[in-house]
């Protein structure tokens, strides 16, 4: 009997099917790593577990169950080991190229130095903002004193607030934004603490585009289909209003913006603009949940003996430097650990010859990565009890170089954060400040849940809410 056409055509798609299966269960280079079986046929569970949020929780579980190698799909590899964080984010200096993934973070059709993805074109971005963020230029007394005025701002806005309990999850986040729009576009910056740009950091802390980002990191051709059938612009007032800020021609001369528009690379406006966006974007969300989840650790009762630690070390050293203060450098450091802003896995795509890590062959154009949670809790020899939150382990001058190259919240190599010194800066006069005059302690009428919750790649507070009291330090006397 002579077979149809169509069933021959479903015969031969379904022997190719069988192919692949085997291919990928038998032969294929990923089916010798650890990792769940149906990982080797499809990314299809991954994808369910990062629309519903679930991604770094679901790829923790599988470390500690599989070890520091896990595969998650038939093309990408998690790793937890420092031997892995070196390979990917540090061989050469920038590591692996970055993937498509970065394409989310394209800003007016721009790409910038967080989106560009193979090293060559970034090491050339990188070139002309590097010096911006150089201690040097962060330490500056310009730039020291424009993120102190926004300290002094914040505290005002505490103690002006109304009600004995205060959002802190707001104010940080405006302080926040403040100080990076400040470095970056001065005297355009955003005055949210006041309340006038509130607006701005509403818009964009609390808007929930997950599923939209992952739906167009996904499947990018029907996401541009859709947005040009249906017209979407997602221009927001936030990018509205840096790039009109980067229009202006009296920005400040050590504002980013003035720095990129008088550099000899002759860069256009939109390109000034799309760079800023993108470090406003990066620095926003970031310092204030970083804040944010640690200021709320020291308010919790278990840990008074900290805070009380913290404000002996600062009223006992008023007139020292930022960067001379031990403890409160070592409680920064231990909010980052414990609560990275960004926890989840920073993918990079394995160069054309295939590369060896782990101890295992990872073939050309695999996705690999390493999340920062993960990274801080499954490494015990470095990081002893890595769930828990203790300062103290940054004392320990034996260990503290062995936990500098494992701390991954600002990522690692040529490609981490630009942003880092104006990150601490910004967080040590914060606190410095704050614990100088104040003790903190959760609200009683503080219901929210502080449980962490993904987005694409970062993390914020569930409920976005922080409600704190403060307790002025002299009423309660030195203890
Ligand atoms: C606590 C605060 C911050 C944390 C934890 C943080 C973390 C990170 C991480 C993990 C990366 C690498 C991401 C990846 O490769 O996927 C990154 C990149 C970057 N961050 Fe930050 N960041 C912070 C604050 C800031 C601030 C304040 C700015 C600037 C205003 C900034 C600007 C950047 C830029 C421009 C990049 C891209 C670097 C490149 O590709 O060369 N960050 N940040």
């Not at 973070?105 to 590097?130: V, W």
């Not at 607030?161 to 802190?168: E, H, L, N, S, V």
């Not at 940080?172 to 509130?198: N, V």
């Not at 059938?229 to 003035?258: N, P």
Request: proline share 5%.
């Amino acid at each position: 009997m002579a077979l149809q056409l169509w069933e021959i055509c479903l015969a031969a798609f379904g022997c190719g099917w069988l192919g692949l299966f085997v291919y990928r269960a038998t032969f294929a280079p990923l089916s010798k790593l650890p990792g769940p079986w149906y990982t080797l046929f499809s990314d299809v569970f991954l994808m369910y577990k990062e629309f519903t949020a679930q991604r770094r929780v679901y790829i923790h579980e599988l470390h500690k169950r599989f070890g520091p190698v896990v595969r998650l799909g038939p093309n990408e590899v998690s790793f937890t080991s420092l031997e892995a964080v070196k390979e990917i984010y540090q061989s050469g200096g920038s590591g692996y190229d970055k993937t498509e993934f970065y394409n989310l973070f394209i800003q007016y059709g721009t790409r910038t130095t967080f989106s560009t993805l193979r090293k060559r074109e970034h090491d050339q971005m990188k070139r002309y903002i590097a010096g911006s963020y150089a201690n040097t230029s962060i330490m500056h007394p310009e730039v020291l004193d424009g993120i102190q005025e926004r300290v002094k701002a914040f505290l005002r806005q505490c103690e002006e607030a109304r009600k004995p309990a205060i959002d802190f999850y707001v104010y940080l986040h405006c302080f926040a934004m403040d100080c990076a729009s400040f470095h970056l576009l001065h005297p355009h910056g955003t005055k949210s603490i006041e309340g006038k740009d509130l607006n701005l950091m509403q818009e964009y802390s609390y808007g929930d585009t997950l599923r939209t980002k992952l739906f167009r990191y996904r499947w990018p051709a029907l996401a541009r289909w859709l947005e040009k059938t249906f017209q979407q612009k997602f221009e927001s007032h936030i990018g509205q209003y840096v790039l009109r800020a980067c229009e202006q021609t009296d920005s400040g001369d050590h504002s980013l913006a003035y720095k990129l528009k008088n550099s000899n690379a002759k860069f256009g406006q939109i390109q000034v603009a799309a760079e800023c966006m993108n470090h406003l974007a990066a620095g926003i969300d970031t310092t204030g949940d970083a804040l944010c989840f640690l200021i709320y650790q020291l308010s919790l009762p278990k840990n008074y003996q900290v805070q009380d630690q913290l404000i002996a070390e600062l009223s006992s050293n008023k007139d020292k430097a930022l960067n001379d203060l031990p403890y409160l450098e070592a409680v920064i450091k231990e909010g980052l650990r414990c609560f990275p802003p960004i926890p989840m896995s920073q993918p990079r795509c394995v160069p054309s010859t295939g590369r060896i890590i782990d101890g295992y062959s990872i073939p050309a154009r695999t996705i690999v990565s390493c999340q920062a949670w993960s990274v801080h809790q499954l490494n015990p020899d470095v990081f002893d009890q890595g769930d828990k939150f203790l300062p103290e382990r940054w004392l320990d001058s034996k260990s503290v170089l062995r936990m500098n190259s494992l701390l991954f919240s600002f990522g690692a190599g040529g490609r981490s954060c630009t942003g880092r010194h104006l990150a601490m800066v910004e967080m040590k006069c914060l606190l410095r400040e704050l614990y100088s005059l104040y003790r903190t302690k959760i609200a009683p009428e503080m219901k929210g849940s502080m449980e962490l919750y993904d987005q694409a790649i970062s993390t914020r507070p569930l409920d976005q809410t922080c409600l704190l009291i403060l307790e002025p330090v002299q009423k309660l006397g030195p203890k």
